[in-house]
């Protein structure tokens, strides 16, 4: 494939796809507000104040007005890097805005713990527990020795096959690298080339940590990391913090007259090390959270005008293309080359400038993501901005894929229009 | 009061109680199953190999016939005492037991980290998106030294106020004891009594770590631990899992014709350190849980049959009998005395031993109350049933009150029968 069209993956190996129930959601959730501080190192702020700006920021994203007493229900995604406060962290940057009273619940899966904390505030609304949830993220990674930020990375990895033995995360995807060129003939280029789409977004992105453009010789001749991935191949570390509301629909309207519905949730884990898994090629756990989102959302990957992926390492982007159904297995190297997946292509991935480019502060990321798709879908991501957009999809992987998932976020306006 | 009897507290101080919204829950959710590991010192089992015998006895006590396949999502809490695997330890423990493809979410506040777990459990059935959730929850703590075990316990209190200036949890517990002592006079003698019962009960349970009988003296005459607390006002450090099974009202009837409703559910959060709250004879995140739970079972504390509460220290349990409305402020100490709370009094408390004899393998521990409250309403406590109840509390404090849950469990056989 490499005219730049996106097709679904129609069959997924049975052994990944656990079949879901049918879907029998009674409550509709929104997203009406988002935000985030700007990622980067920050060694002037806390992981409180770094919250406290990315709550004040969602807070002033509302269209309407909102009150923040009227947040009913509080999760808060963070893997606690550097140990400074492991439990209960969630509590302690709720209290930090006000909010102590508020139930609040820390969740965690790695990298991808806001993504879950997005997740939960969803299944709070739909309840009918909570008509207005905050679901947030925080990370500091940058105020620690570089064998530190080793050990708190390796947590999330397998820890007696995998970090004890001495893999750290780079090496995970690198094995995952080789065995996709192995398998179907990517390329070191193809690599770099997710580098160099990202940067160009992230430098149109005034929140970025790597807010700069890079060329394919830069990318290509960086120094090694762990073969075959290079420096451009891999994400910083970074501090920073990222929230999102989500309100049900009985409520949706005091916020705003341009809903942004979440039409479709959907997760999936897997063996936390690498080394038990069937495949290298690909995440099952992503696949299996995409085909549950897709199905809840009723529609094709096709359908989608944007979508923020997990590129935690570049060749986790060129797996995302095949795990989401942006592509064909195996094809992620020619779409990634096609162009259809930079800002003006068919699928632009990561206008935010993507984990690799906008930066990684872990327990962020995933909340950090549902920012940019709510920019994307209110007409605010500036220069990034994709043209009127329906639907955009977010992904975040937790460790190698021990835990992955996907939103689908819709503009009611654009589909009613449509 | 001293008369046994129990009394709903009326009035909660506004400045505590933040008063919920209408609860529009539109799925009711029923526990099916529950079971646990022994809890204890288990140098030959792994957090693993514990989760897996407390999944197996819950998978064992549903009525019917249940397959683990039909388990649709997972929450799994845990403060990942000892760090070994501190990242993606929900995946961790479900792939162990055969779910891995299932989306599994680690959920953590503290002590209080699988009560949550069960709540999110409640939510996923609850909103839809899940028929059948496992709530579980696993600390392995007795296989490091005292000065380990404090770090651990520590990272959940307050970092730079509490925990770096050297305060351990029994110090902020001895706070609270303290100033009960001084406001309302409540004696040694009667935190004493907390555990004389709860060791009395905990005889009767097989799974207790410390399950013997103590007397009086023995409990008041024990090495001071933290003034005014001595060893026997402690919990010990635990091994041990516990797992639950929540289903919605759709599909209960497959796996019991003697349902267990989830009828109340509450949380609240607060500030982390203590030296920020109001009140040191109160836990304000109890109250809000508790009301809450109360408002949406539409029960009084009048209406239940028996409460496993945390009792980390014996003031916990003192505090939770005033946070929880089963006496007035102050009259805690009256009623422990009046013998209401053990075993065939008018509400029996900790029928389970509690996390005094019980034990407290931290993140099992809110699950573990779920156990108990499942095997009393089954009919399955042995020695320690209470006679036909028909409504149980679980009440789960994460630190020193910076978070809350309370779940009520109602047998609707005894509730049409009644």
């Given at each position: 494939m490499s005219n730049g069209s996106i097709q679904r993956v129609r069959t997924v190996d049975e052994i990944y796809f656990i079949p879901g129930r049918p879907f029998s959601c009674m409550r509709d959730a929104y997203l009406v507000g988002a935000g985030q501080?700007?990622?980067g190192a920050?060694?002037?702020?806390?992981?409180r104040s770094l919250f406290r700006t990315a709550f004040d920021a969602a807070v002033d994203s509302v269209p309407d007005e909102f009150d923040a007493d009227e947040i009913d229900e509080a999760f808060i995604g963070t893997l606690g890097v550097g140990g400074r406060q492991l439990g209960l962290s969630g509590p302690a940057v709720t209290e930090h805005v006000g909010l102590d009273g508020v139930p609040c619940t820390r969740v965690e899966n790695a990298c991808a713990a806001s993504g879950f904390a997005v997740r939960q505030a969803v299944q709070a609304v739909k309840s009918g527990m909570a008509d207005v949830a905050l679901a947030g993220g925080f990370e500091v990674m940058t105020d620690m020795s570089s064998d530190a930020t080793k050990y708190w990375l390796g947590v999330s990895g397998e820890t007696e096959w995998e970090r004890l033995s001495g893999t750290t995360f780079s090496g995970v995807y690198a094995q995952m690298a080789s065995a996709h060129m192995n398998e179907y003939g990517t390329t070191r280029e193809q690599l770099s080339r997710v580098a160099v789409k990202n940067h160009a977004n992230g430098a149109k992105n005034p929140h970025a940590q790597l807010g700069f453009e890079c060329s394919l010789e830069d990318a290509q001749s960086a120094p090694v990391v762990a073969d075959p991935l290079n420096l451009y191949h891999c994400c910083p570390t970074s501090d920073g913090a990222a929230c999102a509301l989500i309100v049900s629909e009985d409520v949706v309207d005091d916020y705003t007259d341009d809903p942004i519905r979440?039409?479709?949730?959907?997760?999936?884990?897997d063996s936390v090390g690498l080394f038990q898994r069937d495949t290298y090629t690909g995440v099952p756990a992503s696949r299996r959270a995409a085909e549950t989102a897709y199905e809840m959302a009723d529609i094709d990957p096709a359908d989608l005008d944007?979508?923020?992926v997990h590129d935690c390492f570049a060749i986790a982007e060129l797996l995302a293309y095949e795990d989401l159904g942006f592509c064909e297995p195996g094809e992620a190297g020619d779409l990634i080359e096609s162009g259809a997946t930079e800002l003006g292509g068919d699928l632009p991935v990561n206008t935010s400038g993507g984990l690799?480019?906008?930066?990684?502060?872990?327990?962020?990321?995933?909340?950090?993501?549902?920012?940019e798709a709510f920019k994307q879908l209110s007409g605010k991501a500036g220069e990034r901005q994709v043209e009127t957009p329906t639907r955009g999809l977010t992904h975040n992987v937790g460790g190698s894929g021990g835990a992955a998932v996907v939103h689908v976020f819709e503009r009611q306006q654009e589909v009613s229009a449509r």
């Amino acid at each position: 494939m490499s005219n730049g069209s996106i097709q679904r993956v129609r069959t997924v190996d049975e052994i990944y796809f656990i079949p879901g129930r049918p879907f029998s959601c009674m409550r509709d959730a929104y997203l009406v507000g988002a935000g985030q501080s700007a990622y980067g190192a920050f060694p002037e702020e806390s992981y409180r104040s770094l919250f406290r700006t990315a709550f004040d920021a969602a807070v002033d994203s509302v269209p309407d007005e909102f009150d923040a007493d009227e947040i009913d229900e509080a999760f808060i995604g963070t893997l606690g890097v550097g140990g400074r406060q492991l439990g209960l962290s969630g509590p302690a940057v709720t209290e930090h805005v006000g909010l102590d009273g508020v139930p609040c619940t820390r969740v965690e899966n790695a990298c991808a713990a806001s993504g879950f904390a997005v997740r939960q505030a969803v299944q709070a609304v739909k309840s009918g527990m909570a008509d207005v949830a905050l679901a947030g993220g925080f990370e500091v990674m940058t105020d620690m020795s570089s064998d530190a930020t080793k050990y708190w990375l390796g947590v999330s990895g397998e820890t007696e096959w995998e970090r004890l033995s001495g893999t750290t995360f780079s090496g995970v995807y690198a094995q995952m690298a080789s065995a996709h060129m192995n398998e179907y003939g990517t390329t070191r280029e193809q690599l770099s080339r997710v580098a160099v789409k990202n940067h160009a977004n992230g430098a149109k992105n005034p929140h970025a940590q790597l807010g700069f453009e890079c060329s394919l010789e830069d990318a290509q001749s960086a120094p090694v990391v762990a073969d075959p991935l290079n420096l451009y191949h891999c994400c910083p570390t970074s501090d920073g913090a990222a929230c999102a509301l989500i309100v049900s629909e009985d409520v949706v309207d005091d916020y705003t007259d341009d809903p942004i519905r979440v039409a479709g949730v959907g997760a999936g884990s897997d063996s936390v090390g690498l080394f038990q898994r069937d495949t290298y090629t690909g995440v099952p756990a992503s696949r299996r959270a995409a085909e549950t989102a897709y199905e809840m959302a009723d529609i094709d990957p096709a359908d989608l005008d944007f979508a923020e992926v997990h590129d935690c390492f570049a060749i986790a982007e060129l797996l995302a293309y095949e795990d989401l159904g942006f592509c064909e297995p195996g094809e992620a190297g020619d779409l990634i080359e096609s162009g259809a997946t930079e800002l003006g292509g068919d699928l632009p991935v990561n206008t935010s400038g993507g984990l690799k480019s906008k930066g990684h502060p872990i327990g962020a990321t995933g909340a950090g993501q549902v920012v940019e798709a709510f920019k994307q879908l209110s007409g605010k991501a500036g220069e990034r901005q994709v043209e009127t957009p329906t639907r955009g999809l977010t992904h975040n992987v937790g460790g190698s894929g021990g835990a992955a998932v996907v939103h689908v976020f819709e503009r009611q306006q654009e589909v009613s229009a449509r």
